[in-house]
């Protein structure tokens, strides 16, 4: 799932009946409206291409117009907000970074920063060392900079997926600030058995630890993920997470399909987010989130 992507309006007027047909129900289905959807990005509503079609914006309006507000629950951080719009234009909220920053873009003149947590360089540092002194060196990047497209601060790798956005510094100078989201993996470890052990050594006090299906483990603050980050908005809005709808595909999902009253899953989702799923729809290249809402809104008088 790739950490930013453009976003194209391809004109799909309509999904035909075979595509329906492979909706997957285990026996919870949602029963009318609910009071707020909530999706994530990269790999749920942004297809492998990097773009939104122009059918998924379509029904995004046609929720709007419901009177349902829409929320982008993403690990993008906020660097990647203006990218984050434009994927997702019709968001009345944005959840960033993993649930760390929470945008109020109702007033578009005046948008107001909800939640802004952060963890402290040495805090990173520490739970860095933890980690190579059981696995043996760990590569190491950092967000600090909130700036529209400001590059990631870090090691020196050759295996993050979006080299443009990387910036070499030592790790001293990169951990002498506040960070919003840290980033790590090894050579010989994948990012579920990582995301495991990482969870074994740091308690959860210090820091929380997910994954995104970049390869990469991030790290957050201590109770930041995307369900705290949907427990701002839906206290904002006076609205009980019993009646909100939720889609996702990843790890870094989990914490907001637990929270969720109805929660479903893209055909592409990893196993763990299809074993939580109240439903399944499409894969993201299908178009799954705004087939199944299509379907939703039909179904209302």
């Given at each position: 799932?790739?950490d930013h992507?453009?976003?194209?309006h391809v004109?799909?007027?309509?999904r035909d009946?075979?595509?329906?047909?492979?909706?997957r129900n285990?026996?919870?289905r949602l029963?009318?409206?609910?009071?707020l959807?909530?999706?994530?990005?990269?790999?749920?509503?942004?297809?492998?291409?990097?773009?939104?079609?122009g059918?998924t914006?379509?029904?995004?309006?046609?929720v709007?117009?419901?009177?349902?507000?829409?929320?982008?629950?993403?690990?993008?951080?906020?660097?990647l907000?203006e990218?984050?719009r434009?994927d997702?234009?019709?968001?009345d909220?944005?959840?960033l970074?993993?649930?760390?920053?929470?945008?109020?873009l109702?007033?578009?003149?005046a948008?107001?920063?909800?939640?802004?947590?952060r963890l402290?360089?040495?805090?990173?540092?520490g739970?860095?060392?933890?980690?190579e002194?059981?696995?043996?060196?760990v590569?190491?990047?950092?967000?600090?900079?909130d700036?529209?497209r400001a590059?990631l601060?870090?090691d020196?790798?050759?295996?993050w997926p979006?080299?443009d956005d990387l910036?070499?510094?030592p790790?001293?100078e990169?951990?002498?600030?506040d960070?919003?989201?840290?980033f790590?993996?090894?050579?010989?470890?994948?990012?579920d058995?990582?995301?495991?052990t990482?969870?074994g050594?740091?308690?959860?006090?210090?820091?929380?630890?997910?994954h995104?299906?970049?390869?990469?483990?991030e790290?957050?603050?201590?109770g930041?993920d995307?369900?705290?980050g949907l427990?701002?908005?839906a206290?904002?809005?006076?609205?009980d997470p019993a009646?909100?709808?939720?889609f996702?595909?990843?790890?870094?999902?989990?914490?907001m399909f637990e929270?969720?009253?109805h929660?479903?899953?893209?055909?592409?989702?990893?196993?763990?987010?299809?074993?939580?799923?109240?439903?399944?729809?499409?894969?993201?290249?299908r178009?799954?989130?705004?087939?199944y809402?299509?379907?939703?809104?039909?179904?209302?008088?």
């Amino acid at each position: 799932m790739p950490d930013h992507g453009g976003t194209g309006h391809v004109e799909v007027p309509e999904r035909d009946a075979a595509d329906r047909s492979e909706l997957r129900n285990d026996g919870v289905r949602l029963r009318g409206l609910p009071k707020l959807v909530a999706t994530d990005l990269d790999g749920t509503v942004v297809r492998s291409d990097e773009t939104v079609s122009g059918f998924t914006h379509a029904v995004f309006d046609r929720v709007r117009a419901a009177g349902v507000p829409i929320v982008g629950a993403t690990g993008r951080g906020p660097r990647l907000e203006e990218l984050s719009r434009i994927d997702l234009p019709h968001a009345d909220l944005l959840v960033l970074g993993g649930g760390g920053r929470v945008l109020d873009l109702r007033d578009p003149s005046a948008p107001r920063v909800l939640r802004d947590a952060r963890l402290p360089g040495p805090v990173v540092a520490g739970l860095v060392d933890a980690l190579e002194n059981r696995l043996g060196r760990v590569k190491l990047l950092v967000e600090v900079l909130d700036t529209q497209r400001a590059p990631l601060w870090g090691d020196d790798v050759d295996d993050w997926p979006y080299p443009d956005d990387l910036k070499f510094r030592p790790r001293e100078e990169s951990l002498c600030y506040d960070v919003i989201k840290a980033f790590v993996k090894t050579d010989d470890t994948d990012a579920d058995t990582l995301l495991r052990t990482a969870r074994g050594l740091v308690a959860p006090e210090v820091a929380a630890f997910t994954h995104s299906g970049l390869g990469w483990v991030e790290v957050t603050p201590p109770g930041v993920d995307k369900a705290t980050g949907l427990a701002v908005v839906a206290a904002e809005l006076g609205i009980d997470p019993a009646d909100v709808l939720v889609f996702g595909d990843m790890p870094n999902d989990i914490p907001m399909f637990e929270w969720a009253g109805h929660r479903v899953a893209v055909a592409n989702a990893h196993p763990e987010i299809l074993a939580l799923a109240d439903e399944v729809t499409l894969s993201n290249d299908r178009d799954g989130v705004a087939v199944y809402l299509d379907e939703l809104l039909k179904r209302e008088p």
